[in-house]
């Protein structure tokens, strides 16, 4: 049987070398955008599956022009650009890659963090016009973080990386908002956990690490923000569509919260003239959260072996809709 897979962006070579060793025929989309669904969908009718990374639309409607697909394989942890029930109904069969990128995630989280205490991407970027505002005692100053309390809402594999980083460094008291209890986090790291209206008043960093769901979209909007310290800032490295980005830049223009950092928004990309993108106290960038070359490595890796072993008829390395029903 032909075994070939669709790859929508250049990936790592160890993605390639895995699918190579095991026979599998790859055609890879080498230009630096993202193909539309809709250029997709015919090419696809000659692959019997996809690595996807990007922000592709896997819903219904792909998937059932597509439901020849074997395996949706995604380059990612996060999947809410897949329509999961669409495809167990249609026996397409979806993977990802958790866990290897939980420290390169974290540290972004942690690098934002710090980049808004203490304003750094805007004084880097005053720098560059010639701005040198050095040694003067008022201006400039930002926030420390010793002792403070690092609230989390979505205490998983990024959160808890997070968390042993702030208290590491800075001792930070950990509290967190789940939809269940984190007992490792609890036993380790000290976490207790609280409602969202408790974590929101009492954290001065909030840092969110929820898959993007309906339960979690826009879940930090005006009236989330109202409830947070006056100094408190808000971290995103989870997906943009968590929080409303209107609501939040009007949070840090009415000093609500006193600063973001943020490496994913609402859209991708952000427009250009976007408020959030002049603020001191924030600190943006274009959704680098598992970018590093160790990382990325290892997710290409599972992306392809999820595949391969589609095609074994084996159970995946890591599997959001299993493919079992093959077997
Ligand atoms: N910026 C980037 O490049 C990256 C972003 N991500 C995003 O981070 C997310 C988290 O990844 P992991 O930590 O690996 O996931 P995880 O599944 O280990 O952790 C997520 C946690 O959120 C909790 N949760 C889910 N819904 C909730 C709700 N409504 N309220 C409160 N808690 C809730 C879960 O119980 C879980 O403990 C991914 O879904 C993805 O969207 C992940 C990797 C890189
Ligand atoms: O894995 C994810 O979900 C990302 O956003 C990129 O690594």
């Given at each position: 049987m032909r075994k070939s897979v669709y790859i929508t962006r250049t990936v790592p070579e160890i993605a390639l070398q895995h699918l190579k060793d095991n026979g599998i025929e790859y055609t890879v989309w080498t230009e630096r955008r993202h193909q539309s669904e809709e250029e997709l969908i015919p090419i696809l009718k000659d692959y019997d599956a996809i690595i996807v990374s990007g922000p592709?639309?896997?819903n219904r409607a792909f998937l059932e022009a597509c439901s020849h697909l074997r395996i949706v394989s995604m380059?990612?942890?996060?999947?809410?650009?897949?329509?999961v029930a669409a495809a167990k109904e249609l026996g397409i069969a979806v993977g990802n890659t958790p866990g290897v990128l939980s420290g390169a995630t974290a540290d972004t989280a942690f690098l934002l963090l710090l980049a808004a205490s203490r304003k750094a991407f805007h004084m880097h970027k005053e720098i560059i016009r010639g701005?040198?505002?050095?040694?003067?005692?008022?201006?400039n100053l930002g926030l420390e973080l010793k002792g403070k309390t690092l609230g989390i809402v979505g205490l998983g594999r990024i959160g808890f990386e997070l968390a042993q980083r702030c208290i590491g460094a800075y001792g930070m008291k950990l509290i967190y908002h789940n939809r269940g209890t984190n007992e490792e986090a609890e036993r380790e790291l000290g976490a207790v956990r609280v409602s969202f209206d408790e974590l929101l008043q009492q954290s001065d960093v909030v840092s969110v690490h929820t898959a993007l769901t309906p339960e979690t979209?826009?879940?930090?909007n005006k009236e989330a923000f109202s409830k947070m310290k006056p100094n408190a800032i808000f971290v995103n490295t989870?997906?943009?569509?968590?929080?409303n980005e209107a609501d939040l830049i009007a949070a840090l223009e009415n000093g609500t919260i006193w600063g973001a950092g943020l490496d994913?928004?609402?859209?991708?990309?952000?427009?250009?003239?976007?408020p959030l993108l002049n603020m001191h106290n924030v600190a943006v960038l274009p959704?680098?959260?598992?970018?590093?070359i160790d990382t990325r490595n290892a997710m290409a890796a599972i992306a392809a072996k999820n595949v391969i072993r589609t095609f074994e008829g084996k159970a995946l390395e890591h599997a959001v809709v299993e493919n079992i029903h093959r077997l």
């Amino acid at each position: 049987m032909r075994k070939s897979v669709y790859i929508t962006r250049t990936v790592p070579e160890i993605a390639l070398q895995h699918l190579k060793d095991n026979g599998i025929e790859y055609t890879v989309w080498t230009e630096r955008r993202h193909q539309s669904e809709e250029e997709l969908i015919p090419i696809l009718k000659d692959y019997d599956a996809i690595i996807v990374s990007g922000p592709l639309k896997v819903n219904r409607a792909f998937l059932e022009a597509c439901s020849h697909l074997r395996i949706v394989s995604m380059m990612s942890v996060g999947y809410d650009n897949v329509d999961v029930a669409a495809a167990k109904e249609l026996g397409i069969a979806v993977g990802n890659t958790p866990g290897v990128l939980s420290g390169a995630t974290a540290d972004t989280a942690f690098l934002l963090l710090l980049a808004a205490s203490r304003k750094a991407f805007h004084m880097h970027k005053e720098i560059i016009r010639g701005n040198w505002n050095f040694w003067d005692p008022t201006a400039n100053l930002g926030l420390e973080l010793k002792g403070k309390t690092l609230g989390i809402v979505g205490l998983g594999r990024i959160g808890f990386e997070l968390a042993q980083r702030c208290i590491g460094a800075y001792g930070m008291k950990l509290i967190y908002h789940n939809r269940g209890t984190n007992e490792e986090a609890e036993r380790e790291l000290g976490a207790v956990r609280v409602s969202f209206d408790e974590l929101l008043q009492q954290s001065d960093v909030v840092s969110v690490h929820t898959a993007l769901t309906p339960e979690t979209k826009e879940l930090f909007n005006k009236e989330a923000f109202s409830k947070m310290k006056p100094n408190a800032i808000f971290v995103n490295t989870a997906r943009g569509g968590i929080h409303n980005e209107a609501d939040l830049i009007a949070a840090l223009e009415n000093g609500t919260i006193w600063g973001a950092g943020l490496d994913v928004t609402n859209p991708e990309p952000m427009a250009a003239d976007n408020p959030l993108l002049n603020m001191h106290n924030v600190a943006v960038l274009p959704h680098i959260g598992s970018a590093t070359i160790d990382t990325r490595n290892a997710m290409a890796a599972i992306a392809a072996k999820n595949v391969i072993r589609t095609f074994e008829g084996k159970a995946l390395e890591h599997a959001v809709v299993e493919n079992i029903h093959r077997l």
